[in-house]
């Protein structure tokens, strides 16, 4: 027999996956994984059959199809000020995640420590791990899941290589102000720590607050990897394309790393998706479209005996269940699927430090009958 030692040996296999297939052995409607239950915009789908018409069958560019990386540079300055050259400064990437674990490939080494802000997005921590980096965890306070700084502050040594944030946030639906991003700034001015920040829901903010990209930031942009995901804007979760964008001697490293990584990206999407970026309506209005769908599903749940506060940001609601159940959510998470067919994710899961809270996460980025179905069920516990 060969005789394994795991890289990852406290590693399993991810949330996503199991409850994905504990819901679909109960038959459960599935708010779990987050990604959309309809289609992109048939406008979107026309162009990427012509582009694989067209021949745009071979690799792509390394660094991704040119006139991809020049609409992502337009609209990057045209919503947060900032140019981004897109020969040396844009990668289009197999999605954010493979974007954030080769920032991590490329700058940590071992026993450098990388801040994570927990409830964390569950792909950071495994990456930093393989790269023989040490997680450190700073946790958001209190039922509304707010940074406090001074924590933060007081998590940074001399070891600090890197900080990974994630506004809006993933599973939290929280997002950062402009005294947050201050803080932050204010915080690394100074430092030779690298910014990671996971800016995949930029275009899913609520309520006309602002999304806070490090890219408005001078002193964040200029440590700033920024990671945005194509799969969320357009419905599209199951392309696997999205995009990397940092300063060119950051990128320069980034790209040593990407080129063996994955190469280049799937070719016709990227041609497809550089046509459709021109028109900026394609996204701007993605923000009023989930609110509504917030809205509905909070609605529909008022009476029932959860208790919620509205999401900032993302396709994902809290729901806190204190007044029905002491259980540990990852128990009360597994019955909701058996007993009432219904599944979510509990928040625990992304936290490594300790955490006691009693909040599942639920996905609304379904179809009205969908989230009506869920509704009936929550209101029924
Ligand atoms: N980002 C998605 C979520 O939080 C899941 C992505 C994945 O399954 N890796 O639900």
């Not at 018409?53 to 040119?66: D, S, T, V």
């Not at 950062?176 to 920040?197: A, K, P, V």
């Not at 002193?219 to 964008?245: E, M, N, Q």
């Not at 970026?277 to 609110?291: A, I, S, T």
Request: hydrophobic fraction near 40%.
């Amino acid at each position: 027999m060969i005789d394994i030692t795991s890289k990852l040996p406290h590693v399993g296999t991810t949330i996503f996956t199991t409850i994905g297939q504990l819901a679909r052995e109960h038959n459960a409607i599935n708010l779990s994984q987050g990604f959309p239950n309809f289609d992109p915009d048939p406008e979107l789908l026309a162009l990427v059959s012509e582009a694989y018409k067209k021949g745009h069958n071979q690799y792509a560019p390394m660094q991704g199809a040119l006139s991809l990386r020049e609409a992502i540079s337009e609209k990057i300055e045209r919503l947060y000020g900032r140019y981004y050259h897109p020969e040396s400064e844009i990668i289009v990437t197999a999605g954010a995640t493979q974007a954030i674990f080769t920032t991590i490939a490329a700058f940590v080494r071992p026993k450098d420590e990388v801040i994570v802000i927990e409830p964390a997005f569950d792909c950071y921590e495994p990456a930093i791990a393989l790269f023989g980096g040490k997680s450190v965890p700073v946790s958001l306070e209190g039922n509304d899941f707010k940074m406090n700084w001074s924590t933060f502050k007081s998590a940074i040594t001399p070891k600090t290589k890197m900080v990974i944030i994630n506004t809006p946030h993933n599973p939290t639906g929280t997002i950062w102000s402009e005294r947050d991003m201050l803080q932050l700034q204010d915080i690394l001015r100074d430092t030779n720590i690298i910014l990671l920040s996971d800016e995949v829901y930029e275009h899913i903010v609520f309520d006309g607050k602002p999304h806070e990209s490090a890219a408005k930031y001078p002193d964040l942009a200029a440590r700033s990897f920024i990671c945005a995901s194509f799969g969320k804007t357009f419905h599209a979760t199951g392309w696997k394309v999205g995009y990397c964008v940092a300063p060119k001697p950051l990128m320069h490293e980034f790209q040593k790393v990407h080129q063996f990584n994955v190469f280049s990206v799937h070719h016709p999407l990227q041609i497809a998706l550089a046509e459709y970026l021109k028109d900026p309506q394609h996204y701007v209005n993605l923000g009023g479209f989930y609110q509504q769908k917030r809205d509905a599903f909070l609605d529909a749940i008022k009476e029932s005996r959860f208790k919620m506060v509205p999401s900032e940001g993302t396709y994902f609601q809290l729901l806190e269940y204190s007044d029905i159940t002491d259980e540990k959510d990852t128990v009360f998470a597994e019955r909701l699927i058996k007993e009432y067919k219904l599944a979510s994710i509990p928040v625990s899961v992304f936290c490594k430090s300790e955490y006691d809270k009693k909040f599942l996460r639920f996905c609304f980025a379904k179809t009205n009958d969908v989230l009506e179905k869920a509704a009936e069920i929550l209101n029924s516990i």
